[in-house]
């Protein structure tokens, strides 16, 4: 459950990405909010986001509250990423150590 916890918030960060990045490819093939709009790429990567916890926390074992901690942890630098990363966009000049800041 902890790997595939992980995979999911993976998923539900790249549906975003993608949609706030204006991507509309991704390994090849339309992206979601390509094909289904902008609302449903965002409602399937919350509904991916959820389903990670779900499946951490339903095993209700001190370790899975510490896995969900810990995913809660990395989401919350993934997400502080994307947002400087998205604060980055129209900039000229990105220094080395603010993207190394920015990856965290």
């Given at each position: 459950p902890g790997a595939v916890a992980v995979e999911l918030v993976h998923n539900f960060s790249l549906l975003h990405d993608d949609l706030m990045d204006g991507d509309e490819q991704r390994r090849h093939r339309d992206t979601v909010w390509k094909v289904h709009g902008p609302a449903q790429a965002i409602l399937v990567g919350d509904a991916l986001f959820a389903l990670?916890?779900?499946?951490?926390?339903?095993?209700?074992?001190?370790?899975?509250?510490?896995?969900?901690?810990?995913?809660?942890?990395?989401?919350?630098?993934l997400i502080d990423g994307q947002a400087q990363d998205i604060s980055y966009e129209h900039r000229e000049r990105v220094t080395v150590e603010e993207c190394l800041e920015m990856e965290g």
């Amino acid at each position: 459950p902890g790997a595939v916890a992980v995979e999911l918030v993976h998923n539900f960060s790249l549906l975003h990405d993608d949609l706030m990045d204006g991507d509309e490819q991704r390994r090849h093939r339309d992206t979601v909010w390509k094909v289904h709009g902008p609302a449903q790429a965002i409602l399937v990567g919350d509904a991916l986001f959820a389903l990670a916890y779900d499946l951490l926390l339903e095993l209700g074992t001190v370790e899975a509250g510490r896995a969900a901690r810990r995913l809660t942890t990395a989401t919350r630098k993934l997400i502080d990423g994307q947002a400087q990363d998205i604060s980055y966009e129209h900039r000229e000049r990105v220094t080395v150590e603010e993207c190394l800041e920015m990856e965290g």
